[in-house]
């Protein structure tokens, strides 16, 4: 009995030890193994050195990464991702370095059109590529050092609020390249059409009605597509067996010299194909500039209409006592438009300080006298004064008087404005073949004393200006001796004399500077009495004389002008007038906003459909459209 208990012990303990101990052990060594295996990461576990990374789901990360998961620059992979095996780093620098290349394949191809055709046969086999590319980064594990605190540290991270990797570029001169598969088609359409135009391909019948195919697939596809987006579903496929065909082509074209010949045809076709459309632009440019909108030609018909059902008493404008009073602010302003001059004035009044001591003097053409008058009877300019003038009243300004209306009349005149002309010549002086040459009213400017006899001084306005601040300082500018203060034109070399006149006659290359700075009629301070003691009316008749033929310059006043006031100008401040508004749209608009005036010079006036867009919310802003003679002219901004 005693032997049977001493054995039992030892049976128990051997017992204990060859069942029991096991699971223990291997238990502890479960939990071991999972505390400190599992707190690495997830990407650097692997089995052997063969197995590639996994692709797991993105971890919670750091509440400083702002950026969406999904965009990301392969510029910038190297960066972004870390913490990833010696695999992993190699493939996302072979991605990287392959991305470069497409890219620089692609911008280097953009500039030149040859390139494009003789260059780009497997561009779109890159794009492919490329866009493949960005799906393989896509599914990229993204692990910063801040992804691991927050393993560690959960009780940091605030659920429900999980951010995005922020993975982008914020380099400044980082180039990203939009709408590249639009350009390709493009650039293919270019390619299949000198192909077909080499006598390699019309021999060959199967292939050149492969390619006339493929041509009106794409051109099918591609459509009015200007963006990627806007291309349809199945672009690729089209595009793709567009290039195998073009593929083709280059195999059965064994003469380059064809086909650059073809190339360079190609080009100088275009280019005279857009000298040709540049001049028709011109030239309808020029002719809207010339027509009157129906509306402009409706609204001085029905004002007429209005003005000659008042009786006489009403015509009147009040506050006539002031036309002469030479301590007022006086402005002169020749025109036949009635809304342009009712933009001028307007826009002067609503910017002076006192209206009161604002006189204006209109003078305008028979045509419009009636409805000019009538419309500032109608829209009194508050407190300042108006005077309405009729040019044939002036009857001191005819032919014997004025040389310019003896040229106007003669019959080398008549001829080069109302006979046909044929060749170049009708082409080259389209710019001074517009009806408002032979108009007297634009030369009246250089009449000012004859038509104002009892005032000092006058301030010139054009009728295609807006005021925008208070003109009053420039009464009490001191021209120095000067006859005319204008802001000058030295910025540009077209504004210079040499752009103006004739420097090839003698009479002009003895007596002024070719390089001589231009300077602006449009707004302008006159001293009337300076201009009699110059006696500056008959230095202007003297060169009208000399210009009989138009040898010396072309048509227009402002030749005219910078010989008759030269070395008589005095330089404004360039704020004081802005110009460029009817033909330059990069005017900036600092200047606008700063300048006392800006000025309309050129064709594409704010009133016609041709105006520049975004200058003309600055004259719609003294126009009321819902004035009655307006709104029954259908004259909307």
């Not at 009053?472 to 070399?493: H, P, Q, R, Y």
């Not at 010079?601 to 041709?610: R, V």
Request: glycine share 4%; charged share 25%; aromatic share 10%.
């Amino acid at each position: 009995m005693k032997l049977k208990l001493w054995l039992r012990k030892p049976v128990l303990v051997l017992l204990f030890l060859t069942v029991l101990a096991p699971i223990v052990l291997y238990t502890d060594k479960l939990t071991t193994f999972s505390s400190f295996e599992f707190i690495q990461e997830p990407s650097t576990l692997s089995l052997n050195r063969d197995v590639r990374p996994l692709n797991l789901l993105p971890e919670e990360l750091s509440e400083t990464l702002k950026e969406p998961l999904g965009d990301v620059h392969v510029e910038d992979l190297s960066k972004s991702v870390e913490h990833v095996d010696g695999e992993s780093s190699r493939r996302i620098r072979q991605l990287n370095e392959e991305s470069k290349g497409i890219e620089s394949i692609v911008l280097s191809q953009e500039d030149n059109p040859i390139k494009q055709v003789t260059q780009g046969q497997n561009r779109v086999e890159s794009v492919e590529n490329k866009e493949n590319l960005k799906v393989k980064v896509a599914e990229l594990p993204q692990h910063s050092s801040s992804a691991t605190k927050s393993e560690t540290k959960p009780e940091a991270q605030k659920p429900g609020k999980r951010e995005p990797v922020k993975t982008k570029s914020d380099k400044p001169n980082e180039h990203v390249i939009v709408d590249n598969r639009v350009r390709y088609l493009k650039d293919q359409l270019i390619r299949a059409r000198v192909y077909l135009s080499l006598t390699a391909t019309r021999t060959n019948a199967q292939f050149s009605r492969e390619l006339r195919t493929r041509v009106k697939e794409v051109q099918r596809a591609l459509g009015d597509a200007t963006k990627d987006t806007d291309l349809p579903k199945g672009t690729y496929d089209k595009l793709k067996a567009m290039d195998q065909t073009l593929a083709k082509g280059k195999q059965i074209q064994d003469d380059c010299t064809a086909v650059v010949k073809k190339l360079r045809a190609i080009i100088h076709s275009t280019e005279e194909q857009a000298r040709v459309h540049q001049k028709q632009a011109l030239f309808l440019t020029h002719l809207n500039a010339k027509t009157v909108p129906k509306g402009l030609h409706c609204l001085p018909l029905r004002l007429s209409t209005e003005y000659y059902s008042l009786n006489s008493s009403s015509q009147q404008f009040p506050n006539q006592e002031k036309l002469d009073d030479p301590n007022l602010f006086h402005y002169a302003l020749f025109s036949d438009n009635v809304l342009a001059t009712a933009v001028v004035v307007n826009s002067t009044v609503t910017n002076t300080k006192d209206p009161s001591k604002h006189v204006f003097h209109i003078v305008t053409d028979k045509l419009n006298y009636a409805a000019m008058r009538m419309w500032f009877l109608s829209n009194p300019p508050g407190k300042a004064t108006i005077q309405v003038q009729n040019i044939d009243e002036f009857t001191w300004l005819n032919a014997s008087y004025s040389p310019v209306l003896k040229q106007l009349a003669s019959r080398n005149m008549i001829d080069y404005y109302f006979k046909t002309h044929k060749g170049s010549e009708s082409d080259s002086n389209l710019k001074f073949r517009n009806p408002k040459y032979l108009s007297m009213m634009n030369h009246l400017r250089f009449y000012l004393p004859e038509i104002f006899p009892k005032l000092r001084k006058v301030v010139f306005l054009d009728d295609d200006i807006v005021v925008q601040k208070d003109l009053s300082g420039l009464w009490s500018i001191d021209l120095k001796g000067k006859v005319n203060g204008a802001v000058e034109t030295c910025g540009e070399n077209f504004h210079r004399f040499d752009r103006y006149l004739n420097f090839s006659n003698p009479i002009i290359a003895k007596n002024f500077d070719p390089r001589a700075c231009g300077w602006a009629y449009g707004m302008n301070v006159f001293d009337l009495e300076e201009w009699k003691k110059q006696n500056i009316t008959d230095v202007y008749h003297s060169w009208q004389n000399l210009n009989h033929d138009r040898q010396l310059w072309k048509l227009g006043t402002l030749p005219p002008g910078l010989i008759t006031f030269w070395k008589r100008v005095y330089a404004l401040e360039k704020s004081w007038h802005v110009l460029g508004l009817g033909y330059n749209p990069s005017v900036s608009q600092k200047e606008i906003e700063r300048a006392a005036v800006v000025h309309y010079n050129g064709n594409l006036k704010p009133w016609l459909e041709i105006g520049i867009p975004k200058f003309r919310g600055y004259w719609n802003k003294y126009v009321d459209y819902d004035q009655a003679y307006l709104r029954d002219c259908n004259l909307s901004p």
